[in-house]
């Protein structure tokens, strides 16, 4: 008696071939049989006739790794279909931690609602799995979190000491199941690292056979110099290479093309490199990052002063490079003005300057109690639809969420981050029925085989004999998003069955309240 029998769907294995019609048996977490199974029998037969047979979606690229201890549910992630997800990611993450106030900057959705009281990356994913996600989760060891642990926020190179630390540190996270090494050189923490530096941490990650993903340096002016740094890090290194959400933000001037073409050049020299892209139009990020290094001990003071503003000005940030007229300000309860509305049309209306506006948000963010805080966030308008177009049509390109998993309802009912609702569901659509880039079977191969396959995962991404059964049952021709980018927290649309190693977590598009999920460890 079998666990699980999926009759009769049209099976898209994740290898993009052809789609054909047969049987999925489950038993005790793991595919056993594909095929025609008239004869079998299980305890739970679900008819997919008509429907998409896939492996769970694979999401190369999250920022999960707090909302998931807060809201386990991963309901954003699990109405898409998506059964694996990849943190750590950007410098970002919830490991290793030495000053919990210090480290709380560093986590994407950060709210208090989990005290940071662990030190280590095994005792995070002790906690992460003692959760209980609805998710599979594996983790990337965040530079971020290793600059913060030495130096805090220092905006210099380490010292020989400082180094070694980082490097101890780094080894220990790979020893405790970490895939790999992450960086994200825009932000504060970072910005201070140099190349020598960041090649040395690379090598620690590589001698363990781990990935190097590189949130790059720039991605407005200079962004393709520093992409090419990252691919000289890693190639220095001898690491295998990720860039994260490669499209540049500046797009004119055939930033594009030098930037795919940096990437086939370093495939055609034998390199390990692919790349992923988030699915919005925009970026994302805090308003907090045009504070420069040298304020951040002390933000507060540097915005009441009149010549703390006028340096600040001078800083070149990822939020003011290229003009205030792409930046759009989230909803804020404090803010509503200048909510949702491009902060250089604001500041024209009012005759002020748009960086008072941005200090004046700052000020206020900063003047509450820590664990009040509330960060206010930005969008950046960057891309067309024809730049996303030619980034995921390219053979090396993935697609990942660049988001944290949410809930409409429960402890993050009201918390956003465009990308959650809407990434998977959005790409096939856009691939498939827009655009007709790919066909249904080979997006479902970028959504699975392909990002398996880049973390050296042999038993997942597949609807195969021996896969572990993480499965999505879905409407090919009507699976899509329906948020939009001021109401983001919209279910996607189409998702029919999830299961996450063989247990039932969506049936018939409703949550069963079970959860599957396992954090996976490497073993070196």
């Given amino acids: 008696m079998l666990d699980l029998l999926v009759r009769g769907g049209t099976v898209m294995d994740g290898s993009g071939m052809a789609p054909h019609i047969a049987d999925v048996a489950v038993q005790a977490g793991r595919i056993v049989a594909v095929g025609q199974l008239e004869d079998a029998a299980a305890r739970e037969v679900v008819d997919a006739t008509g429907l998409a047979v896939a492996p769970g979606f694979i999401d190369i690229h999250s920022h999960s790794d707090y909302t998931l201890l807060v809201d386990p549910r991963a309901v954003s992630a699990i109405a898409q279909g998506v059964t694996l997800e990849v943190i750590g990611n950007c410098g970002f993450g919830c ?35 003692q959760a209980g996600p609805a998710v599979n989760v594996l983790t990337l060891v965040p530079n971020g979190q290793l600059r913060r642990a030495v130096l805090g926020v220092a905006d210099r190179p380490a010292t020989g000491p400082e180094l070694q630390h980082m490097k101890a540190l780094l080894s220990e996270g790979l020893q405790d199941g970490a895939f790999g090494y992450s960086t994200g050189l825009e932000y504060p923490a970072e910005r201070g690292a140099p190349d020598a530096e960041l090649v040395e941490l690379c090598k620690v990650a590589a001698r363990a056979g781990g990935l190097y993903a590189s949130h790059t340096r720039r991605r407005d002016d200079g962004a393709v110099s520093a992409i090419d740094e990252a691919i000289r890090v890693g190639e220095q290194a001898g690491a295998r290479i990720q860039i994260s959400h490669l499209l540049p933000r ?114 206020a963010e900063y003047g509450q109690p820590a664990a009040e805080r509330k960060p206010a966030m930005v969008i950046i308008r960057a891309y067309t639809p024809e730049q996303q177009a030619q980034m995921f049509g390219h053979p090396l390109c ?34 498939v029925r827009e655009r007709r880039l790919l066909s249904a079977a080979q997006a479902v191969q970028r959504l699975t085989q392909m990002p398996a396959r880049t973390l050296g995962l042999t038993d997942r991404g597949a609807i195969a004999e021996g896969c572990c059964a993480d499965i999505a049952v879905f409407d090919a021709k009507d699976f899509q998003s329906v948020a939009t980018t001021f109401a983001p927290n919209q279910l996607a649309r189409g998702m029919r069955h999830v299961w996450v190693n063989g247990v039932a977590t969506l049936r018939d598009g409703q949550l069963t309240g079970q959860r599957g999920g396992q954090v996976i460890r490497r073993v070196h």
Avoid: C
């Fill in 95 to 129: 490991a290793p931690i030495v000053n919990p106030d210090t480290a709380a900057a560093n986590i994407y959705g950060f709210n208090h609602q989990v005290k940071l009281d662990w030190n280590r990356m095994g005792q995070y994913l002790d906690r992460l799995q």
């Fill in 398 to 431: 993935m697609v990942g969420s660049d988001a944290t998993t949410l809930a409409p309802d429960g402890p993050l009912a009201n918390a956003v981050f465009h990308g959650a609702y809407t990434w998977a569901a959005w790409y096939f659509h856009f691939m």
């Fill in 250 to 363: 500046k797009t004119s001037g055939g930033e594009a093309e030098k930037s795919l073409a940096l990437i086939e050049a370093a495939r055609a020299r034998g390199l390990d490199i692919a790349f992923d892209m988030h699915t919005r139009l925009y970026g994302t990020t805090f308003l907090n990052t045009i504070i420069p290094p040298w304020a951040i001990d002390d933000p507060l003071a540097q915005l009441g002063s009149a010549d703390g503003r006028r340096r600040m000005r001078d800083f070149s940030s990822i939020v003011a490079t290229g003009g205030w007229d792409r930046i759009v300000l989230l909803d804020h309860p404090a803010f509503p003005q200048y909510a949702r509305r491009s902060m250089g049309e604001a500041a024209r209306e009012e005759g002020i300057d748009p960086f008072d506006i941005a200090f004046d948000i700052l000020a």
